[in-house]
């Protein structure tokens, strides 16, 4: 997923006769980041990507193939929707709502698997809104500006997304969590088709 990612960010990058120098410009993201993007080496936030989509005037939601028409306020197990899976951070995310049009909310699923990035290699990021975790399974370490947190089975944290932050999974097990966003990065697209 994250190769097809950065595919489509080369291709309407070049379309645009951008070099990355410009595109870093343009977004505040480093050239060696937005090159290891493209090549499917990295992951992105959600906010450096609609800074991203912004810069190639596309709409976030151009980057995300979504294989079925969504619809119903129920959304089984097995319908869960894969929307990024990247092996290099061993980071696995689905989409838990089959209805996403009009909705503030953005619930996803996200699995940490072990072996990905360590407390030294992190780095903090904010974008706008709520953000809403429940660890389902496993220990997460929670990186606030005010330090880390270690979360177990049950422990929740809610807080405004602008407040600097990042996750990371320090143990030999999956580490699976419940995310809410608000607002939905989609919102506005699909209220609009």
């Not at 990295?42 to 005037?57: F, H, M, N, P, W």
């Not at 360590?118 to 975790?133: A, M, Q, T």
């Amino acid at each position: 997923m994250a190769n097809n990612l950065g595919q489509k960010i080369k291709r309407l990058r070049q379309e645009h006769n951008l070099t990355l120098k410009e595109l870093s410009g343009k977004t505040d993201l480093s050239t060696g980041f937005l090159s290891q993007l493209e090549r499917g080496l990295t992951t992105v936030a959600v906010d450096a990507l609609e800074r991203i989509a912004k810069a190639l005037g596309v709409d976030i939601t151009y980057f995300f193939a979504f294989p079925w028409k969504l619809h119903g306020e129920i959304t089984r197990s097995y319908e869960k929707q894969l929307i990024q899976y990247d092996q290099g951070s061993h980071f696995i995310n689905y989409l838990l709502s089959g209805n996403l049009d009009g909705k503030q909310l953005f619930p996803r699923q996200v699995e940490l698997l072990p072996g990905g990035k360590k407390r030294n290699d992190v780095s903090l990021y904010s974008h706008k809104g709520e953000e809403f975790i429940y660890v389902v399974e496993g220990i997460l370490s929670l990186v606030l500006k005010s330090g880390v947190h270690e979360l177990f089975p049950g422990d929740c944290a809610h807080f405004s997304s602008e407040i600097p932050h990042n996750w990371i999974n320090n143990t030999s097990r999956k580490v699976v969590l419940l995310v809410v966003n608000t607002p939905n990065p989609f919102e506005e697209t699909l209220e609009k088709s």
